[in-house]
């Protein structure tokens, strides 16, 4: 079995930050329950998993939760069963399928024509198998995102795909590696954050919130559109469905929301991912809270330490913000 969590193109992973702030957590929290509200590939959930006994992962992408049920939930699966798909879809040549739904719409764009036939012909064939359960669904499906990730003729995200190049065909099946972890309490749930701060309670929340305008419905819209297989219209360059799981934290109410965030968060400990972008020339790049508004929300709750580290940021061009720095900010909440 081929990827982990961490092996996909994701707009603001964590990834490569991710053992420093592990070692900030361990240093200055303490606590056997942790929250990733806003987790994105989840990669923060698969480096605390170890070190504590209960675990909760949330996000409002419907691909994000399907992905975390596939790596994360506790239910079995037959490997030899997941080997036996993976080898019928290796067999599979484009020249002998029909057209569908995937590559007409994304076909020669975002994939090659002959990758995007496989991809929507995989997808359909994985929602008609009738031996496998929810959890091998799962994987089956995380493992097609993954793999088409891989193969996506983009830069990383689904907002536009790159033109002017002959795309090859890159597609290859392989299937993620789910992980098995003895007596741990795991949570996997696709809520608004806001709400599940309100209903939850826990030693420490990490809070790795969107910073700009930026919607990652959006961004991942074909992502979202194979787990889900509606099969929407689609519209525009980009062949996005009608828009739907918009964030606040993207738009003016940004502050007031994360405000409410932190003001209903009922734990110990508050760790903030946040970045100094906010003085950005391209006008999505701008984060939508200032540090200062940060940190006056987060003193409210408690004592706050801030740690920094440079670091590229993601630039899609427009952007040249010199001295870019990754922030965390942990609370102690009451103190």
């Known amino acids: 079995m081929t990827f982990d969590i961490w092996n996909r193109r994701y707009t ?3 990834y490569k930050l991710s053992e420093w702030i592990v070692d900030l957590i361990h240093t200055n929290c303490s606590g056997k329950s942790f929250c990733d509200i806003f987790a994105g590939t989840a990669i923060m959930s698969k480096q605390m998993l170890n070190s504590v006994e209960e675990i909760y992962i949330n996000d409002f992408l419907y691909s994000n939760e399907l992905i975390y049920k596939a790596f994360f939930e506790q239910k079995g699966f037959s490997k030899n069963k997941l080997l036996k798909y993976k080898k019928i879809f290796d067999s599979l040549e484009p ?3 029909a057209e569908n739904y995937f590559s007409i719409n994304f076909g020669n764009k975002f994939f090659s024509k ?3 036939i496989l991809i929507g012909y995989i997808r359909e064939y994985i929602q008609s198998i009738k031996d496998i359960n929810k959890k091998e669904k799962n994987i089956l499906i995380a493992s097609l995102l993954y793999s088409a990730d891989k193969s996506a003729n983009t830069v990383g995200h689904y907002d536009a795909y790159i033109k002017g190049k002959k795309i090859s065909d890159t597609f290859s099946f392989e299937l993620i590696n789910p992980y098995e972890y003895e007596s741990k309490k795991i949570h996997i749930s696709r809520k608004d ?6 209903e939850i309670k826990c030693d420490i929340v990490y809070i790795d919130p969107p910073y700009n305008s930026r919607q990652y419905s959006r961004f991942y819209h074909i992502l979202e559109n194979l787990t889900k297989w ?5 519209f525009g360059e980009a062949c996005k469905p009608e828009p739907e799981n918009m964030s606040e934290y993207c738009r003016n109410s940004a502050t007031k929301t994360f405000e409410d965030l932190i003001s209903s968060l009922k734990c110990k400990y508050i760790v903030v991912s946040y970045n100094n972008t906010y003085d950005s020339k391209s006008s999505s790049s701008k984060n939508k809270i200032t540090l200062s508004n940060i940190e006056q929300i987060l003193t409210k709750k408690g004592q706050v330490t801030r740690f920094e580290k440079p670091y590229q940021f993601f630039n899609a061009g427009k952007t040249d913000l010199k001295d870019h720095k ?3 900010y942990i609370v102690e909440v009451g103190a």
Do not use: C, R, V
């Open 12 to 14: 603001g992973s964590k």
């Open 95 to 97: 020249n002998d399928l």
């Open 114 to 116: 002959n990758d995007a």
């Open 193 to 198: 954050a806001n709400q599940l701060a309100k």
């Open 230 to 234: 509606e099969k929407p219209e689609l």
């Open 326 to 328: 990754e922030l965390i």
